[in-house]
């Protein structure tokens, strides 16, 4: 069946540092892509995505790339910041059934 | 616009109790999945309703079921309360059309702590 495989957290980082979390997917045909954030004592909130392969989904100076050819959809961000502190959840859908990967969590020190 | 409504935002129940949750969703937005998330399992898909319909149900016993309303708020119940049920109980809605993907709007979620 669907399913996303997402990197385990916790993830700690300082000001200013480079963003990498792992995204993994398995499904059949060709699903939508996306990823949320989870601010602390909030619901998720959609943070970027991407509907179809190569296509690049970017928000708030995050990006990710549908990869088709490695299943994947890795989040990026160049410089973060004490307020990306949060929880980043990858996802796919296929119409109106979502498959959520475990979450990562992540906390940014000035 | 309002976004989507959970109420209550806070529970505490006892083994062998019940529970109902609710959810208003976005307005004009038909359908309203729950997910159950915990540290451990992350969002798990409890079920979705549309058009007061269950369309899709996710992998939990009998003692988790949900209803939708004409106004397409919907409750979830949950019977015979275990440990295990404890977790924080996320509704989002959406418009489910006939598109390749319908973005999912989520509530704060309702904290449900069994002792």
């Known amino acids: 069946g669907d399913s996303v495989t997402q990197m385990e957290g916790p993830v700690t980082l300082s000001e200013e540092a480079f963003l990498t979390i792992n995204c993994t997917y398995t499904?059949?045909?060709?699903?939508?892509l996306f990823w949320y954030v989870q601010y602390p004592g909030e619901g998720l909130q959609l943070l970027l995505k991407?509907?179809?392969?190569?296509d690049k989904g970017s928000n708030k100076g995050f990006e990710a790339t549908y990869r088709k050819e490695t299943t994947s959809f890795h989040l990026e961000k160049g410089s973060v910041q004490v307020s990306d502190s949060a929880v980043y959840f990858c996802?796919?859908?296929?119409?109106?059934?979502?498959?959520f990967g475990t979450g990562t969590s992540l906390t940014v020190i000035p | 616009k309002a976004g989507v409504t959970q109420t209550p935002r806070y529970l505490i129940k006892t083994r062998g109790q019940q529970v109902t949750l609710s959810c208003s969703p976005i307005s004009g937005h038909r359908s309203v999945s729950w997910y159950q998330q915990t540290p451990g399992q992350g969002l798990q898909f409890l079920f979705e309703y549309f058009s007061e319909t269950q369309r899709n149900k996710g992998n939990f016993p009998g003692r988790f079921s949900g209803r939708q309303f004409s106004n397409s708020r919907s409750e979830m119940n949950v019977s015979t309360l275990e440990l295990g049920d404890s977790a924080l109980y996320l509704c989002?809605?959406?418009?489910?059309?006939?598109?390749?993907?319908?973005?999912?709007?989520f509530g704060p979620g309702t904290r449900l702590t069994v002792l």
């Open positions: 991407a509907t179809k392969a190569d």
């Open positions: 989002a809605s959406s418009m489910r059309t006939g598109a390749s993907y319908n973005e999912q709007f």
């Open positions: 499904a059949t045909g060709y699903p939508s």
């Open positions: 996802a796919l859908s296929r119409g109106n059934q979502f498959y």
